[in-house]
């Protein structure tokens, strides 16, 4: 009984892995764009501070 019951646990749970593996995978890179969209916004700030600072 045991064994059976691991076999249904093993059957529902295993094929989840690879799905959950690619929304981890997603994820990541939805991390890494944000970081980088940051610090574009970051950089295009300076330079607006920058160019409104300037005296021609």
Same mark, same amino acid.
């Given at each position: 009984?045991?064994? =059976? #019951? #691991?076999?249904?646990? #093993?059957?529902?749970? #295993?094929? /989840? *892995?690879?799905? /959950?593996?690619? +929304? *981890? $995978?997603? +994820?990541?890179? *939805?991390?890494?764009?944000?970081?980088?969209? =940051?610090?574009?916004?970051? $950089?295009?700030? /300076?330079? $607006?501070?920058? *160019?409104?600072?300037? +005296?021609?």
């Amino acid at each position: 009984m045991d064994v =059976e #019951l #691991l076999v249904i646990v #093993l059957a529902v749970v #295993l094929p /989840l *892995y690879p799905s /959950l593996f690619v +929304i *981890y $995978e997603k +994820i990541g890179k *939805y991390d890494v764009f944000c970081a980088e969209f =940051e610090a574009h916004r970051e $950089e295009q700030k /300076l330079k $607006e501070a920058n *160019y409104g600072s300037r +005296i021609d």
